[in-house]
């Protein structure tokens, strides 16, 4: 029974002792790939090659590996960041839609609430005057809001656009392939940049936040909603336990594709825990940066502000 | 460079060491004992076999999810399997050679050629009717030994011979009484799995052909016939599938 635990170490508990390199900074041409060792050009080239194979099986991986307490993290995302009509954001490793969708959904019915308030006031208008509040605030129902989802992954993106074309969503939402290292967009141009569970699949760390401050406006918002690490040592191990027995399993099962969800609870054990990275975001130049643990560290939200 | 992704802990698991150099070089993946091999823990394969069990079921297109089943609940009869043909003269030359059936390794056109009866020409006519191929079956990937890796291999690259020999077409009555005629010579709880749980698809006519002809037909020759792994198939494209249906002892089809 005892060489079976050891055996099985690897398997139950890789965290332990497990070598951490270079956590997102290539000191030197080696960085890891999950618990591999590889080459910048090779990470970036597998990641490609996973997000490529899960790309149409993604949502149901997430709801099946989450039990659906993904869509709660993303909704708690949207909440902290609690856009007013006219905000301008950008999702990177936006993929398939699910943060830009819920922007959508948020600020249409913050609008929403605007209109009704503002009629609410006006007590003597007359039918012809409603009806024209009506047909001019209906054209704008999302108050001149945007949403830009940028992703490195065109397999991603065609989900996402098929998604919002399958619910709905077409105002307000512009699709750009791009690498969150290397931003096609100018300068300060962004009210709020997101990144929801991407960051960890980046290259270079440093080199997406330094980015991220550049396309923001001074004043706008830096929100990174990312795996991150579990203090608690009894919730850690059957997390660990969690995540290394039953993911890839799932990931056989439901996906065909044990190997990238191996990847994924591996790359979540070698992701820069809170503290880290939210030195690593204090670098880039952000102020006021913060995090949020939800449900103990299984995940986190930090946010920064560009002054 | 390297497409696959392979689960690698360079370290190895020694935890007396502390913080060990971490090897520069991909070599060796730990403990993984051929390409393709994914090592598993008891709780994984436990969770595997029921995923993939229940995955089978729902989705009869997912055929990687009944290979799955297959490695993973195979752990007894599977050695079972190795030691039969190790016992017998053909079968250990099989374990020897590892002969593989895979279009590259088949000359299609020599066996088209065969005379009209014969092995060759038969199985060839089955895959054209059938339109299938040879080169869909999975290579294992949970099979914990390198052996028992290569003798569920032989037997999935065999299936096909057996729809053959038993004059059993690819739908799905023809797979289910293949499926009882394996259950019985292999004893793979898959196969069992597959006889048992298959016919629920099948209207109530299929089923009463199943029940009173075709089952008890594929049991008694499953039963009779000597182990079909020890065949070496790939030595006897010119005989008669009549005269191996005897050699083996399989019942003529009804």
Redesign the interface.
Known sequence: AALWLCRARPLLCPGRGVPRPLRGLAAGPEMHFGFQSVTEEERREKIYQVFESVAKKYDVMNNSMTLGIHRVWKDILVHKMNPSPGTLLLDVAGGTGDIAFRFINYVRSVRERQLQRKLKHHQDLSWQEIFENYQEDKSNSLGDSQVVVCDINREMLKVGKQKAQHLGYSEGLSWVLGNAEELPFDDDKFDVYTIAFGIRNVTRIDLALQEAYRVLKPGGRFLCLEFSHVSNPLLSRLYDLYSFQVIPVLGEVIAGDWKSYQYLVESIRQFPPQEELKAMIEDAGFFKVDYENLNFGIVAIHSGFKL | ???????????G?D?RG???E???E?EEV??QLYPGH???????KA??AA??A??SLYDPY?H??VA?LGETTGCLALPNLRDKMKHHPEGYRILQERPRIRLSTLDMSRLRGLPDGSLGREYVRFLEVNKVSPDTRMPP?FVDDEELAYVIQRYREVHDLMHTLLGMPTNMLGEVVVKWFEAVQTGLPMCVLGAAFGPVRLSARKLQVLATELVPWAIRSGLNASCVLNVYYEQRWEQPVESLRDEIGIFPPP
């Open positions: 460079g390297r497409a696959r992704l392979s689960h690698s802990d360079p370290r698991w935890e502390g913080e060990e971490e090897e520069v991909e730990w403990h994914i090592p598993t823990s008891p709780l994984q969770l595997l995923g993939s229940v995955m997912r990687d999810m799955v990937k």
